[in-house]
C-alpha cells in the first residue's frame, strides 16, 4: 500500500545501445518509447496486474494517447534513469506521466505522459479500474 498522498511510481535504468542511435549516435525517439514501455509495463504490477496473468485473465491496459516533449537527446552509451508514476485516474482511464534523465548530471531529456484504459480481450471492451484504487490510490482520482 502507498503512503497517503504518494503516487505509485518506478524507476528503470537503461543503457543506449548502438541499435538506439542514428549514423550520428543520437537516439532514435522512438527509442524513447521502447524505454518508457519497459518502465510502463513493471510499473503495471504495482498497480495491481502481474504481466504474466494478464492473458490468462484477457485484461490488458492499452496505451490510447501519448504527450513526449523531446528536450535534449540521448547519446550512444548513456546511462539512463526512466520514472514513471501513475498521474490520475477517472472511472475507466488514467494518465502516467515519465521523465527520462541522464545519469551523468540528472540532465532531464524527455517529458511524457500516457492514457491508458483497461480493455477485456479479444472483443477489446473498456473496463472500469479496479475497485482497490479508490482505496490506495484515491487521493489521485480527478
Known amino acids: 500500500m502507498q503512503p497517503a498522498n504518494q503516487a ?10 548502438f541499435f538506439d542511435t ?3 549516435g543520437v537516439v532514435h525517439n522512438i527509442a524513447y518509447l521502447r524505454f518508457i514501455e519497459t518502465n510502463r509495463s513493471l510499473l503495471a504490477e504495482k498497480l495491481g496486474w502481474k504481466l504474466g496473468e494478464m492473458m490468462q485473465l484477457q485484461q490488458c491496459p492499452v496505451v490510447v494517447r501519448t504527450e513526449i516533449d523531446y528536450r535534449r537527446p540521448a547519446k550512444l552509451w ?6 514513471g508514476e501513475l498521474e490520475r485516474f477517472e472511472r475507466s482511464r488514467f494518465w502516467c506521466a515519465f521523465t527520462i534523465k541522464r545519469v551523468a ?5 524527455i517529458t511524457c505522459r500516457q492514457m491508458l484504459v483497461v480493455v477485456k480481450l479479444p472483443d477489446m471492451k473498456v473496463l472500469r479500474l479496479p475497485d482497490h484504487w479508490e482505496s ?5 482520482k480527478s
Open 8 to 17: 505509485p511510481s518506478l524507476d528503470t535504468a537503461e543503457r543506449v545501445m
Open 22 to 24: 542514428d549514423a550520428g
Open 78 to 83: 548513456d546511462n539512463l534513469v526512466v520514472h
Open 105 to 109: 548530471g540528472q540532465e532531464l531529456l
Open 136 to 140: 490506495e490510490f484515491g487521493h489521485l
